[in-house]
């Protein structure tokens, strides 16, 4: 069997999909990659620093970002800010021995540069793709809506992850309206860690979902 390689992206930035993306991470034994970080806390951490530590592996599991930017916003303008340019064909995932867990900027729309998008780079690279979606008010017009934008790319969908407090007929009729599977989701965490992270993942989540 090959090893997955996963595409995590979302519908908005600071939804959880790196807490989602940690936990699969986790639960598939995987690496991680974040292709290009913008924005960083002053200590220079990023998302995959919060990945090794909710998923609990090493830092050999960790592929270093491609670009590290930082500004904490879309990765073509912190890309300017910083003086430097983004090139989409250097964005190739890598190789890995096992699964890999790739997480994009932001939303799917998110551009990388000025003309091409997180969306262009799925399709380039035709992996399959979790779409991270809130359960809050809101979630079935912007879930819809990157669905579509997936869709329109030829981008293969694997499901629909949700996070926060269940919303029964929400997630129920993105699923049936946008013709994806619901995939599970992960409650908002009193105390995010590892162990409980690993714990709600596996209680919500069906791990062959996610087998290659
Ligand atoms: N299941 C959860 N339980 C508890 N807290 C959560 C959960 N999911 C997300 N959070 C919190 O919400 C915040 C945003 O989550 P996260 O960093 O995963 O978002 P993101 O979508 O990856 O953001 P970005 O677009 O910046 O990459 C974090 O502070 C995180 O700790
Ligand atoms: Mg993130």
């Known amino acids: 069997m090959i090893a997955p390689r996963i595409v995590v992206t979302g519908t908005d930035t600071g939804i959880g999909k790196t807490v989602f993306a ?3 991470t986790g639960a598939l034994r995987a690496s991680y990659w974040k292709p290009v970080q913008a924005g960083l806390e002053d200590d220079g951490s990023g998302d995959s620093d919060n990945v090794a ?4 592996i090493g830092r ?17 303008r912190a890309a300017e800010i910083d003086g430097l340019e ?9 190789s890995v021995d096992g699964p890999l867990v790739i997480e994009g900027a932001g939303g799917a729309m998110v551009p990388v540069t000025r003309s091409v998008t997180f969306a262009d780079l799925f399709a380039r690279w035709r992996l399959p793709v979790v779409l991270v979606a809130r359960t809050q008010l809101g979630t079935i017009n912007h879930s819809l809506l990157s669905i579509e934008a997936l869709r329109a790319r030829d981008v293969p969908i694997l499901g629909i992850a949700f996070v926060g407090d269940a919303q029964e007929d929400s997630e129920a009729t993105i699923a049936q309206m946008g013709q994806v599977r619901r ?4 409650p908002m965490l009193p105390r995010l860690d590892a162990q409980s992270l690993q714990t709600a993942f596996a209680a919500q989540f069906r791990l062959e979902d996610f087998a290659g």
Do not use: M
């Open 22 to 24: 940690a936990a699969l």
């Open 86 to 94: 983004i090139e989409p064909e250097r964005l190739i995932p890598p």
């Open 60 to 76: 050999d599991r960790i592929v270093p970002e491609t670009y590290r930017l930082n500004t904490p916003c879309s990765p073509h």
């Open 53 to 56: 530590r909710l998923a609990g």
């Open 183 to 186: 995939l599970g989701r992960l």
